[in-house]
């Protein structure tokens, strides 16, 4: 029988730019304060590779908390995964999900259960010869249309304006924008966010939707007022208003918004999405693959939102989570991060740290054919991977490829 062989963690990291303050944020929305940057940028990155006793190693990742998520994959979850079948993946998710259940049912808990299961799912897949999508139904559309992702808040409107124009020009047909400003601003952030927004709408005209991001940034007497200045815009979607525990909040939104309410990217496990679908708290659902609790749940999600009607696009720009959307009837598109934005706020990391992670053409995505995820461990400038001496790292049974990582 085909076992798992061995589960082994590397930390990779890009150096930031620090532009500062980048984006509406839960801190911000509470006193004024928090650096989006600082707080909320992925800059470190966690890559589990997951091998087995045929050879072949399945690869996922974590963005989350990344050195906490290291450090419950190699204390907790390679211990209840080493020795079985990748075959049995729904046992092996009950087991790691029942092990960090009193800790880990959320956060960087669940980002080291996802990125495990997503490196079974890679490595099994791999074994059979076939990419991952064929494992999770087939594959629904050769090409998923993906919507650009960036457009971060500038005083430079003319700068945002040719920003959007840009992906529209590379055939997006849907571009997402951030606020900054939230309740400590006042009337005059309200005005600001307004603007954002306009200036994006009018760049763009009927060329593509719009939506636009608050990144748990307001409240929901704030996200009320602001989603009827917004409602002239005609926005795809208002994305994660609310912290993620304001399930009743969002569900009041939703009920009184003009505006379509989008949120689900901090949210975790079947069990989370439950609240959000049946309760009618989202008009589009945003799991993410590496923090939902990797492909095994997040398929489940879809069904369920199949189910209700509600549209299921993922949070992030990753390779799991295209396969996720090729195969599964809940998924009408993908996000997608630019190659070299600008800012660089970690989001564009995927792309300088493996290979094969797919690039956009035409406002879509094409999978490869490939065994797998189609991807492999591959980081390049400024992305290195962080020295495992530091007492953190232990490793796991598999073999030690540090050297064939060499940046
Ligand atoms: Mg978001």
């Known amino acids: 029988m085909t076992t798992i062989a061995g589960v082994k963690c590397r930390l990779f990291a890009a150096s930031s730019d ?24 992925f800059h470190e990155w966690l890559v589990v590779e997951v091998e087995l006793s045929t050879g072949e190693v399945g690869i996922g990742n974590a963005a989350l908390g990344a050195r906490l998520a290291r450090d419950v994959v190699t204390r907790y979850l390679e211990p209840v995964v080493v020795g079985e ?8 998710w009950q087991r790691m999900y029942r092990t960090v259940v009193a800790f880990g049912r959320r956060g960087a808990g669940m980002a080291a259960v996802s990125a495990v299961d997503i490196a079974i799912w890679d490595a099994e897949a791999r074994r059979l010869g076939v990419p991952v999508y064929e494992l999770l139904g087939g594959q629904n559309r050769p090409r998923i249309p993906v919507y650009a992702s960036q457009l971060y808040p500038t005083a430079d409107l003319d700068a945002l304006a040719a920003e959007a124009r840009g992906y529209v020009e590379q055939g997006f047909g849907m571009v997402k924008q951030r606020f900054l400003w939230g309740p400590a601003d006042g009337r005059e952030g309200m005005r600001k966010n307004v603007e954002l ?19 748990m940034g307001w409240d929901l007497d704030y996200a009320r007022r602001m989603a009827w200045l917004l409602e002239p815009f005609d926005l795809r979607w208002l994305e994660e208003p609310l912290l993620p525990d304001d399930v009743v909040g969002y569900r009041e939104l939703r009920r009184v918004s003009p505006v379509p309410v989008a949120a689900g990217e901090h949210e975790a496990t079947l069990a989370g999405f439950y609240h959000l679908i049946t309760t009618g708290a989202v008009d589009v659902a945003q799991p993410d693959v590496n923090r939902v609790g990797g492909l095994t749940p997040a398929r489940k999600v879809c069904a369920l939102a199949e189910a209700a009607g509600v549209p299921v696009v993922p949070h ?3 390779v799991h989570n295209y396969h996720l959307v090729a195969s599964q009837p809940a998924c009408p598109m993908a996000e997608y991060f630019p190659v ?9 990391m995927p792309h300088l740290l493996f290979g094969g992670e797919p690039i956009a053409k035409d406002g879509h995505i094409e999978l490869a054919q490939l065994p797998g995820l189609g991807i ?3 980081p390049r400038g ?13 490793y796991g049974n598999g073999p030690d490829r540090r050297a064939a990582a060499q940046v």
Do not use: H, I, M
């Open 18 to 41: 620090g532009p500062g303050e980048l984006y509406a944020n839960p801190l911000r929305a509470w006193d004024g304060s928090g650096d989006g940057e600082t707080s909320f940028g």
């Open 85 to 92: 079948s990748p075959a049995d993946r729904e046992k092996l």
């Open 197 to 215: 927004v306009r200036t994006v709408r009018e760049a763009v005209g009927d060329a593509a939707d719009v939506a636009a991001d608050a990144y």
């Open 316 to 318: 992030a720009g990753q």
């Open 340 to 348: 070299n934005p600008q800012p660089l706020v970690g989001n564009e």
């Open 376 to 378: 492999t461990v591959a």
């Open 382 to 394: 400024p992305v290195y991977e962080q020295d495992p001496a530091d007492g953190e790292v232990t």
